[in-house]
């Protein structure tokens, strides 16, 4: 089993509201004996960035894409992409687009703002004091997460619809960039002067006709674009994290011995009888829901902490499951 470091010991989370699955039970007990059963007694982490490493922010210039808005690529610059932060506004403007599904105008979304980006000639160096203005926050206890993940040397994929510079920088600038972690998402190619010429994944081609930038609708293309995390035999234990549906779809397809899908309800939604289509779709996909407003990682660190030890107090976990599961 997992190592929890020394001195460590369990702690038991009753802060935050938890729905939990009918099956979560089950499912956890199956992640502890494929635990048990493997030959490294490790697993590994998939998770999402904003929003789930981050703060629930309304603020989008607290995204990753948001804080290019702030750049100093000049006023021409920030006039047009300032656009592309109201979706709605954006999207009105393009052509034909009431034949457009959702998923082709995201798209186009983030092609688009990633070309602005090339025209105006972002420069590699003006992302550290970008993201350092920006003041991007940490969700409650992310930190403390990551480094626990770092000391028990649990491989962790961030995979994100952002920007890879970005994301590495946050991290870097919180203190939690550490060698077990890995990102995929959005990735600048720069020129021999730091100047950004293209983007990857959406500069390979796809074998059908182009290549697609890492979005909210590609998720399920992580296990192509991150063949080598995906190969290594702690991914055969998966411990999944985001904070809307479709981050768990980075798991379609992937043949595991056991997988958890933990997700933050915690943004956006007016928790009331109109939010039930919503929440609806957050129970197919996750195992277990964190409905509490700004919730904190402390319940999924618990879970790490129970499932590295075997699982001896099941009751631990249980505190606060939400009735109607």
């Not at 006039?79 to 457009?100: C, H, T």
């Not at 962790?156 to 995929?184: F, P, R």
């Not at 919730?295 to 099941?314: M, N, P, Q």
């Amino acid at each position: 089993m997992g190592r929890l470091p020394e001195g460590q010991s369990k702690m038991i989370c009753q802060n935050d509201a938890v729905w939990q699955s009918d099956a979560y039970p089950l499912k956890r007990r199956a992640f502890i004996n494929a635990l048990r059963r493997s030959s490294d007694g490790q697993f590994a982490v998939v998770i999402d960035f904003d929003r789930t490493i981050t703060c629930a922010s309304v603020d989008p210039r607290q995204e990753c894409h948001g804080i290019m808005a702030t750049s100093p690529l000049g006023d021409a610059f920030r006039e047009e992409y300032g656009d592309l932060l109201n979706f709605e506004k954006y999207s009105s403007v393009l052509p034909g687009k009431l034949q457009w599904p959702e998923h082709l105008l995201r798209e186009k979304w983030w092609l688009y703002g990633h070309a602005l980006l090339i025209k105006h000639r972002l420069r590699r160096s003006l992302i550290p004091p970008m993201v350092r203005n920006a003041g991007v926050r940490l969700r409650e206890g992310a930190k403390e997460f990551l480094h626990l993940l770092n000391e028990m040397r649990v491989p962790v994929l961030v995979v994100s619809a952002e920007v890879t510079d970005v994301i590495s920088e946050v991290l870097q600038q919180h203190g939690c960039l550490y060698g077990n972690v890995t990102i995929l998402s959005n990735e600048c190619v720069w020129d021999e002067e730091g100047v950004l010429t293209s983007w990857w994944p959406e500069s390979e081609s796809d074998g059908g006709g182009g290549g697609m930038p890492m979005s909210s609708f590609t998720k399920h293309m992580a296990p192509k674009w991150a063949r080598e995390f995906f190969a290594r035999p702690e991914a055969k234990r998966l411990l999944v994290i985001g904070d809307r549906p479709r981050d768990a779809h980075v798991v379609k397809g992937l043949s595991v011995d056991a997988v958890l899908k933990v997700g933050f309800y915690d943004f956006g939604h007016a928790k009331n009888e109109a939010d039930d289509r919503f929440f609806a779709d957050y129970q197919k996909e996750y195992d277990v829901l964190l409905t509490q407003p700004r919730a904190s990682f402390a319940w999924i660190t618990a879970l790490v902490r129970e499932v590295c030890v075997g699982g001896e107090s099941d009751a631990a976990l249980d505190e606060g499951r939400m009735a109607g599961a």
